[in-house]
């Protein structure tokens, strides 16, 4: 099974409130990624967790946490959604490490800050 | 800074014509990784083609690209559309960053296949 699942795959909030978006892969990968994708724009890295190590993207570390409270999960908080923040955020994961290993993604949480 | 660009946003043609959508990148890495991710309407993205070596022809599914290092180019080529080959493309590199691998990824080609 190559299925790297999202949820909720539609998320309505409100300025200011916050946001939690859950991944899950059963195919014990070492690196759980989150994009967020915006029309026109490329995937965006967020951040990564490469075993139990976070990494945050310089541009976005304030923004953005994530949790990995084992393999198989991932998470992304918002802790206080902006109308900026409204995207489609995609999941991936991979095996191993090293350049030439495929992400597998999810199908995405399209999030809508109202 | 590392960096993809594909110069199309939007391809139009017809059925049985063939398909070329460029892809060039910058990067300080000597032997960058390159690939193609395909995105359908309503799924996932998923790996079309990789390559990191120079000047070796990949293929996968009807579809092709070759690595020029002397370019910094990955055109993914294909020698017949079909219709069921509309879809977003990616072009994407790969690099090393804080202990792990992060693919870069380009702007996105959206080819549309009329009959």
């Known amino acids: 099974d190559t299925t790297v699942k999202q949820n909720p795959r539609y998320k309505l909030a409100r300025v200011g409130k916050p946001v939690n978006l859950i991944c899950s892969q059963t195919?014990?990968?070492?690196?759980m990624y989150w994009y967020q994708k915006k029309p026109n724009q490329a995937p965006k890295l967020l951040l990564f967790?490469?075993?139990?190590?976070?990494?945050r993207e310089a541009d976005t570390f304030e923004k953005f946490q994530s949790s990995r409270p084992n393999n198989s999960f991932c998470s992304l908080y918002i802790g206080s959604a902006g109308l900026e923040y409204s995207a489609m955020y995609l999941c991936?994961?991979?095996?191993?490490?090293?350049?030439?290993?495929?992400?597998?993604f999810g199908p995405g949480t399209r999030l809508t800050v109202l | 800074g590392d960096s993809v660009t594909q110069t199309e946003g939007l391809v139009t043609l017809t059925e049985g014509l063939p398909v070329m959508l460029n892809c060039t990148y910058q990067?300080?890495?000597?032997?960058?990784?390159l690939f193609w991710y395909v995105q359908h309407l309503n799924e996932s993205p998923r790996l079309l083609l990789k390559?990191?070596?120079?000047?070796k022809r990949t293929e996968h599914q009807g579809f092709h690209a070759t690595l020029h290092k002397s370019s910094s180019s990955f055109h993914l080529q294909k020698s017949s559309a079909q219709l069921s080959d509309s879809a977003l493309y990616y072009c994407?590199?790969?690099?090393?960053?804080?202990?792990?691998?992060?693919?870069?990824f380009g702007s996105g080609t959206q080819l549309t296949v009329m009959p």
């Open positions: 991936a994961s991979s095996r191993g490490w090293g350049g030439a290993h495929e992400q597998y």
């Open positions: 195919m014990n990968h070492d690196t």
């Open positions: 967790y490469y075993d139990k190590i976070l990494n």
């Open positions: 990067t300080i890495y000597s032997n960058p990784f």
């Open positions: 390559s990191f070596t120079d000047n």
């Open positions: 994407a590199l790969s690099r090393a960053s804080s202990g792990s691998w992060q693919l870069i």
